[in-house]
């Protein structure tokens, strides 16, 4: 099984700052990577996959880059509303496996 | 456009038995797989297991072999999440989610699309 490590595990920014968030893979999972946002009360929602393509209506902020084992996810300028908790996934091989996520609160 | 709506909260006491559902509209539920996914109460999300509804094709995840079922009913465009005796352990929130076959790059027999369009989850509580 791939054990994906997010860091930090909390992220204190402020709206307008800017958020690298990373996930490093204890193996080669090439490109196929993936980052959902989940909001409070919310169901997690796909933001980035195949390690940079954005999917469809995500703000242009959201970028994510790597290949390989590490991975990084970087919000340009912090929105009230991206305030939120951020999981990586790899979907290279089953059992497919989430990050244990990354909390990004207003500081 | 693609809608997934789940079934509504359960409560049950351990040792009974539950299924929840998963029903979709918008696009051809036979062709895409359907992933579940569990969050215990505060908690980060595991997959559980998935299933492609043409064929009734289903893989578990290790941790959860043999604990749930994963069945899809083609008819009515609803998958299905199914305990034979809950615990406690089985609090959570479910999720199932479309596994978007048209998003990202074709990797091989082992290799999964990404979950495009989600439920609005299920909380399943077990208490005594």
């Known amino acids: 099984e791939i054990v994906l490590t997010q860091s930090p595990a909390t992220l204190s920014l402020s709206p307008g700052e800017r958020a690298t968030l990373s996930c490093r893979a204890s193996q080669s999972v090439g490109r196929f990577f993936v980052w959902y946002q989940q909001r409070p009360g919310q169901a997690p929602r796909l933001l980035i996959y195949?390690?940079?393509d954005r999917a469809t209506g995500v703000p242009a902020r959201f970028s994510g880059s790597g290949s390989g084992t590490d991975f990084t996810l970087t919000i340009s300028s912090l929105e009230p509303e991206d305030f939120a908790v951020y999981y990586c996934q790899q979907r290279r091989s089953w059992p497919l496996t989430f990050g244990g996520g990354t909390k990004v609160e207003i500081k | 456009e693609v809608q997934v709506v789940q079934s509504g909260a359960e409560v049950r006491r351990p040792g009974e038995s539950l299924r929840i559902s998963c029903q979709v509209s918008?696009?051809?539920?036979?062709?895409?797989?359907i992933g579940w996914v569990r969050q215990k109460p505060g908690k980060g999300l595991e997959w559980m297991g998935i299933i492609y509804p043409d064929d009734s094709d289903t893989t578990y995840s290790p941790s959860f072999q043999g604990q749930v079922t994963i069945s899809a009913d083609t008819s009515t465009n609803t998958a299905y999440l199914q305990w034979e005796s809950l615990r406690a352990s089985d609090t959570a929130i479910y999720y199932c989610?479309?596994?978007?076959?048209?998003?990202?790059?074709?990797?091989?027999?082992?290799?999964?699309?990404?979950?495009?369009?989600w439920g609005q989850g299920t909380l399943v509580t077990v208490s005594s």
């Open positions: 195949d390690g940079s």
């Open positions: 989610t479309r596994l978007g076959a048209d998003v990202g790059s074709y990797c091989g027999g082992d290799c999964y699309p990404p979950g495009d369009f």
């Open positions: 918008g696009y051809t539920f036979s062709n895409f797989w």
